[in-house]
């Protein structure tokens, strides 16, 4: 076990819905990179956290929107939801540029109708 | 552009039957090189990090290598808990804020 828990596990909503992905990071870590995997695919990234700030984020557009809160846990957001969007969503939490300590969640696996 | 490739997309062994997979990249400046294993339905699972060509770092049957445009991982007397996806990710210089991923290597070891 990584320390790092998602939820849901599993999640179907309709196109043009909105929904919010949780993850919990591991006690301490003060970044967390959420990703986009698709059937077959390597994961994507989306944005990144630090100490509550978004400083990165990858070739998403901005329905796809992010929180991080003090307590280590976080939020993914996704409104005007598409087709294209199923996909399973990860969270990863570390310390500042330690990758080598990058721990994943189990993630959720959204399909959207 | 950065990117990184892996080949074989899928590969199937015979248990005991050792072999390689590899991932190619091409980056601007190459800061770090990780591999991840990724069980169905689980998140990826960190294996090695390389950071210089001629490092290499093993692990029971796992040992990954790497030169200036590729790392390989050999597996060595693969066993059936062998199976599963691997991925290779690239940290690119300058860039410390994203990995780059390649789409994976399934593996499936018969025993």
């Known amino acids: ?113 | 552009e950065d990117q990184v490739t892996q080949s074989p997309e899928a590969l199937r062994l015979q248990e005991g039957e050792s072999s390689s997979l590899n991932c190619s990249y091409t980056v601007s400046g190459l800061r770090g090189l990780f591999w991840y294993r990724q069980d169905p339905g689980k998140g990826p699972e960190f294996l090695f990090t390389l950071y210089s060509a001629g490092e290499e770092k093993e692990k029971e049957r796992l040992k990954a290598t790497l030169t200036k445009k590729e790392s390989f991982l050999h597996i060595t007397a693969p066993k059936p808990e062998d199976s599963a996806t691997y991925l290779c990710a690239v940290q690119v210089a300058g860039n410390n804020r994203k990995l780059i991923w390649g789409l994976g290597t399934s593996l499936a070891v018969n025993p």
């Open chain 1, 1 to 113: 076990e990584t320390g790092v828990t998602q939820s849901p596990t599993h999640l179907i909503k309709t196109r043009g819905q909105q929904v919010t992905l949780r993850c919990s990071s591991q006690s301490g870590h003060n970044t967390v990179s959420w990703y986009q995997q698709a059937l077959g695919q390597g994961p994507q990234f989306i944005f990144q956290y630090y100490r509550e700030e978004e400083n990165g984020r990858g070739n998403f557009p901005p329905r796809f929107s992010g929180l991080q809160f003090p307590n280590y846990s976080s939020e993914l957001n996704v409104n005007a939801l598409e087709l294209d969007d199923s996909a399973l969503y990860l969270c990863a939490s570390r310390l500042a540029g330690d990758y080598n300590e990058q721990f994943f969640g189990p993630g959720t696996r959204l399909t959207v109708l």
